[in-house]
Nanobody
Framework: VQLQASGGGLVQAGGSLRLSCAAS????????MGWFRQAPGKEREFVGS????????VYADTVKGRFTISRDKSKNTGYLQMNSLKPEDTAIYYC????????????WGQGTLVTVSS
């Protein structure tokens, strides 16, 4: 499984960005895709995840109500829509995946930088 994240950039506080994660995998729906972020000097943080088969999503409390995770099975791509961005959302964002019968994320994308200016 190969993951390619894209869509990061510089945005003002209150703005929006959409990140994409393209997956090179034979059976896209057999996986769970997660989004993580790591801010400078901080540990990596779970943002949310989506079961690529049924679309069930889970969000961290810090982003609930502002971020939306979705997927397009026809494109083997997951999305992280980020609205009402805050400076504290500044981080490198990573997508990751694991098979639905497992629990540990074993496949990781390269990360994309999101910078939110105040």
């Amino acid at each position: 499984v190969q993951l390619q994240a894209s869509g990061g950039g510089l945005v003002q506080a209150g703005g929006s960005l959409r990140l994409s994660c393209a997956a090179s995998v034979r059976s896209f729906s057999n996986y769970v895709m997660g989004w993580f972020r790591q801010a400078p000097g901080k540990e990596r943080e779970f943002v949310g995840s989506i079961n690529l088969s049924v679309g069930r999503v889970v969000y961290a409390d810090t982003v609930k109500g502002r971020f939306t995770i979705s997927r397009d099975k026809s494109k083997n791509t997951g999305y992280l829509q980020m609205n009402s961005l805050k400076p504290e959302d500044t981080a490198i964002y990573y997508c990751a995946a694991h098979h639905r019968v497992q629990s540990e994320y074993e496949y990781w994308g390269q990360g994309t930088l999101v910078t939110v200016s105040s």
